[in-house]
C-alpha cells in the first residue's frame, strides 16, 4: 500500500480546521495550535489515522467485505461519486436513505425496483405499454436512478461506511453506530470523533482536502480487490506429491566356500 507525506496533506489544506470559537472539545487531541484565530489540525497524526483507515479498508476489500461512501454536501458530491466509482465502489451522494442500515429489507425492495426497471427497458419490454405510460416508466425510473444510482448493486447492509462530514451526515451516523457497522471519517475541528472507529482528523470542507483523502481511500480499497483477485487458493496450486518409494534393500547371498 502506498504512502503519503506530511507535504501532500498540507498542500491540499488538510491542516485548516475550524474558527476557534467553533471548536469541540472532543477534538483537541487532534489540534495543533490556533493562529490567527482558526484551529490548525496536527498534520502528523492526520497523517497516521489516514493511514490506519487505508490499512483498515484495504484489508476490507481483500477480505470481499463492503464499504459504502458517502457525501452528499456540494464539495464532496463529485469527488465521492468519481473515486467511488473507479474503485467499484457503492456511494450515496444525493442524499442519505432514511433506514439504510436499520430498516434494510424495506430500503432493498426499492432497490429491487430499480434494477428491475432498468432489465425491463433493456429488454424492450416497455414497448408493448402506449406512449404516456412509458413516460411514467421513464419518470419512476430516473427518481430511483437519482436516490438509489450508487448502492444499486448491493446486496446487503455494508461492512463500514467512510463519512466526509459527520455533522451533515448525522443520521447515517447514529444509523452505523445502532447497526454495530464500522465508521471511517473525516473528522473536522468542530465535530465529535468518539462515535467513529477510524477517524481522519482533516479538512471536511475543502475539495483539495476531501480529494486527496477519498482518492487515497479509494486506492487503498482497489488495491485490495486487485490483491483478492490475484490470490489462488493454495489446495489449486498445490502439486501433490508422491509418496517416495523406498527401495528395498536386496539380499545378498553369501557363497559358501567348499571345503577341500
Known amino acids: 500500500m502506498k504512502d503519503i507525506s506530511l507535504k501532500e496533506l498540507l498542500e491540499a489544506g488538510c491542516h485548516f480546521g475550524h474558527r476557534v470559537d467553533r471548536w469541540h472539545p472532543k477534538a483537541a487531541r487532534f489540534i495543533y495550535q490556533a493562529r490567527d484565530k482558526v484551529h490548525i489540525i496536527d498534520l502528523a ?18 477480505e470481499g467485505k463492503t464499504i ?34 436499520t430498516n434494510w429489507p424495506e430500503v432493498k425492495k426499492n432497490i429491487d425496483k430499480l434494477n428491475n426497471a432498468r432489465k425491463a ?3 424492450g419490454d416497455w414497448k408493448q405499454f402506449p406512449k404516456h405510460e412509458i413516460v411514467k416508466l421513464e419518470k419512476a425510473l430516473r427518481q430511483w436512478e437519482l436516490v438509489y444510482e450508487g448502492v444499486a448493486d448491493l446486496k446487503a447492509v455494508p461492512d463500514a ?15 452505523a453506530v445502532k447497526s454495530g457497522i464500522k465508521v471511517i471519517a473525516i473528522v473536522d475541528t468542530n465535530t ?24 487515497f481511500l479509494a486506492d487503498a480499497y482497489l488495491e485490495g480487490v486487485n490483491l483478492r483477485h490475484k490470490e489462488v487458493k493454495p489446495e489449486e496450486t498445490e502439486v501433490k506429491k508422491t509418496p517416495e518409494v523406498k527401495a528395498k534393500p536386496k539380499k545378498v547371498h553369501q557363497v559358501k566356500k567348499s571345503s577341500t
Open 161 to 175: 461506511v467512510y463519512i466526509i462530514d459527520i455533522r451533515k451526515e448525522d443520521n447515517c451516523l447514529r444509523e
Open 192 to 215: 465529535d470523533p468518539d462515535d467513529i472507529d477510524y477517524p481522519i482528523p482533516a479538512n471536511d470542507d475543502a475539495v483539495g482536502s476531501i480529494q486527496l483523502v477519498t482518492d
Open 68 to 101: 459504502l461512501f458517502i457525501g452528499t454536501k456540494r464539495q464532496a458530491k463529485g469527488v465521492v461519486r468519481e473515486a467511488a466509482k473507479r474503485a467499484g465502489i457503492p456511494f450515496m451522494t444525493n442524499r442519505w436513505i432514511g433506514g439504510f442500515m
Open 121 to 123: 427497458k433493456e429488454k
Open 45 to 62: 497524526k492526520t497523517r497516521d489515522f489516514l493511514l490506519k483507515a487505508a490499512e483498515t479498508i484495504n484489508t476490507y476489500a481483500k
